[in-house]
């Protein structure tokens, strides 16, 4: 209970003061924690400063009273006792429309300090990225400033001064004052002395910060027209700001324009606010204002605004992003159910949209109650304008919420997309007060209820959709674990059997692996150059898909099962074809009586079926492994009891969920500001970890153990030849590993150099580490004598995007890296040195270069066409679409304006890349 209050009223505040804080410490003042300290505090205040002007006014208004009733109270008190004192003091309160409980109007200024006060405390006392920071005489913000020192005790000097601060506020303030209202101001000073005085400098620091504000605010408003003196102030306060950004402070050369026009059109507008006071006044006022007359008219057009905003910025949107893949977000470490984290964003949503705007509504004049109805249910229009006509495609979201942007790619989209965007929201404000001035106030309320009630129904059918897949996932996992897993995962029982005189065909998909991250070691390390001796390095390479359920397809079914061909054959269902392509390699070689072993294969019939059993049909061994092992290598090898991720991705939702969802609904001019590159203007690093995620050491601990789970068949009189299709994820897991052979020790403390400068550096660690690891199997099959009669395929289903390879240009790094799958190729008896091919090759190849040899003229069990290489044109790349399985129910996954690449020959050459679209080409045969 105390959660859900402390995010509805306190939470706003905190988050408010964060975001503040670190736009002036990172964009604006590069750092300089003083001036970023007063900036805040600054800032707040001002935001805050009608509160606390309404406030004062509710406080005079009872002084006023209480002044005015306090002789005939003070009588009534002499002369009369018990229950007729009680009775007439009672009736005299009647006749002046007062009652007892109006008394606490007085402390309405203590009770605004109280929420602020404490989002200010749990903000700034845990403020990490401060400790051991200094400031002048400070030496470290993040403890008590401990300035002096009196024999062994420390006396903490900034306390006492922003106390005798406080207290000079107060007398300035509570002049004229009753001495009973004075003694309440003394006294909590007082106990502001109390509380922070052992507090951490920084907040101390803030808090003096906000009386010395206190008390230039009193002093101005002792005086005649202090509005005319704060506004002038506010002129010369936004025109040093604007020269300081445009004249003194560095900016970045590709937002410098941006910064300086910002900083310009502060000061404008501040500067023009008595221009728009005129013009409300003069024309706006007698004509518009008509709809408002009536209290409980704006109350609900209010109301209706406030609920409009809550749920689609609390619940629909994460519902929606959640929705799109319920498992990415369901398996993230210390999030034991979905829907807890689901909540947040909900429940901060109620403080953001709901508690606090209407508490402002209801402390506000009449004239400005009108004046808040407008505003909320123009933003509340608006913000689905922007969601479902001005939301654009920025590829997929991670876990992270972070966007895969190419570099150089802004989510504001172009300056053409942005007008657009800024004009139709002037057309639904100007609409919006035709609406008002044809008296037609009623057609409002309406849309607004519509609005509330279509959007309440399709955030109920996306958690429906979250609530049935995640369901269905946790079910089939359980299945797993009671029928797979060893009883106390100590015991390894191998799981793959390699033939020593027959053939052994062994593919490894490692998910996600990108291809140019191997040239990058092995040039770094030459022994594991040497280890990949036989094998073919083809590094012109590309996937059909940059994600694993269209990606994944062609590399086991062949070319017949890219985006664009499964996409013609409209007469099976998606899932029909996704099983077809993972069942075609298994079923031609078990018809040459291969032994057959296939082993985490994703999307089996769209998570339908288990693997065991949808292999089991056709008397095939499928089974998971990754996750099998880890209590074993955490207990031999890491010497633990329990190793726990910690990092805290849950915390990051927690946080991040209403800025994002507040980012899908605000002008696109805004969006690049709010997402920060994807650090939402958080002062936490929530990925940073000493440790992996689980599900990172669930295929670390497979690799490692890869030696142990193959079995060498030495009964000549029971060999068959062998196939076998191995996935592993933790080049799927980005993670910084220990340097330098990418291990993963009880606690990481060493990543080595980041050569990268970005997260790319943690996706060369999982890769290297992959690489690594599969070296040591390498020598163990060498030992072992079945190395020659061994064909070793490592490929994966696509590369990443939103990473970096330093030796890239911007368009390698933009376009290639997305799809560009690792492909390494080690025949029977190659023991040659590491060799390049720079043929032009797909994943799609890997069907055709297993069977190479092996199965003559080999055809497709179910198309009954003959598997060729369909790429001497050149290939289409899907380059849009979802990774649910849920949106592919049907039959087709493709529309004529689904977007695509169209690549040939030479994939570096950026000649050989267009852009096109699926209806320009779909008739191609």
Known sequence: MLDILFNIIIYPIKLLLECVYMILSVSVFKDN???????????????CLPLYTKAEKLQEAERDIQKRLAPRAADIKKYFKGDERYMILSMHYRENHYHPIMALRSSLSLLIQIPFFIAAYTFLSHLDILNGRSLFILRDLSAPDALFTISSFKINALPVLMTIINIGAGLIYSRGFPLKDKVQLYLMSLVFLVLLYNSPSVLVLYWTFNNIFSLVKNILFKIKNPFKIIYFLGCLLFAFFMIYVVFIRYNEPMRAARNKLFAVAIFIFFACIPFFIFLLNRFIKPKFFFLFNNLQNSLVIMTFSCFCLLILVGCYIPFNIVSSDPIQFATIENIKNLFTILIYPAVQAVGFFLFWPLYIFFLSPKKLKSIFAMIASVTAITAFINLFIFSSNYGIISQTLNFQLRSGQYLAGTPNVQILNI???IGIFAIFLLVIYLKKSGAITIFLILCVLSITFLSGSKLFSIKKIVEH?????????????????????PIFTLSKTGKNIFIIMLDTAVNSYFKILTEKRPDVAKAYNGFTYYP?????????????????????YSTYNMNKRSNILMKDKQNEAILLLPLLFKKENYDITITDMPYIDYGESKISDFYGKYDIKGQNIQGLYNTKYIHEVL???????????????KRNFLLFSILETTLCSFRDIIYQNGKYWSSVDYTLSSHVSTSALNSYSTLYYLPELTKINDNNKEQNNTFTIMINDLTHEPSYLQYPDFTIPAEIIEHGDNFFGNNSYKYYHVNSSSYILLSKWFDYLRSEGVWDNTLIIIVSDHGESGITNPDFTSFQNNHILSYNPIL?????????????????????????????????NPTNPFTKNKLTADKKEGIYIFTEGFTNTSYYNGTTCLEDDSKFYHVRDNIFEPKNWQELKYGDFKNNK
Do not use: H, W
Not at 833 to 851: H, S, V
């Open 824 to 856: 390494l190729v080690k025949n029977f008896s190659d023991n040659s040195k590491l060799k390049i091919n720079n043929e032009f090759m797909t994943n799609a190849d890997i069907p055709l270069l297993a069977l190479e040899g092996n199965i003559v």
């Open 33 to 47: 924690i003083g001036v970023s300290l007063a900036g805040l505090s600054i800032t707040v205040n001002l935001l």
């Open 639 to 653: 010497e633990l009891e329990k190793y726990k991720d910690t990092s805290r991705i849950d915390l990051l939702l």
């Open 540 to 560: 012109n390479i590309l996937s059909f898909y940059r994600r694993t359920l269209f990606g994944a397809p062609p590399l086991f079914g062949g070319y017949e």
């Open 423 to 425: 004009l139709a929201c």
């Open 473 to 493: 996932d946790f079910e089939i996992r359980e299945q797993i674990a009671k029928t797979e897993t060893n009883s106390d995962n100590m015991t390894i029982k």
